[in-house]
């Protein structure tokens, strides 16, 4: 098993827009899945990270991190009704890239 450093796997997944969400216990266990364009099995790269979540409601951290492409999906901003920030703590991620294969340290 191969090992890089959270750093590296950032800057590989720098590119990616797009996250898979799936939930698992009541208590806020959460999995995320990242995948580059070229994918598994070619020069791309697959993240899965498992952590906690938490649900944020709180405007003023909408602000902090809202950007104009979030406003073609919410058409109210940060005033959508319903709308909330999910924050994962991190616990462990594993990735792949082609043959390579390791865990990160979190």
Not at 13 to 28: V, Y
Not at 58 to 72: E, G, I, P, R
Request: a negative charge; aromatic letters at 8%.
């Amino acid at each position: 098993m191969s090992k890089k450093s959270l750093a590296g796997i950032a800057k590989e997944m720098a590119g990616i827009d797009i996250a898979i969400l799936s939930t698992h216990t009541e208590n806020g266990d959460v999995a995320l899945g990242f995948s580059s364009e070229a994918g598994l099995f070619a020069e791309g790269i697959y993240v899965a990270v498992e952590g906690t979540a938490e649900l944020i409601r709180d405007k003023a951290v909408f602000h902090q991190h809202w950007t104009s492409d979030l406003d073609k999906w919410f058409e109210n901003g940060v005033d959508t009704p319903g709308i909330v920030l999910i924050k994962v703590r991190a616990n462990r991620a594993t990735y792949w890239k082609g043959r390579e294969e390791g865990e990160v340290g979190i």
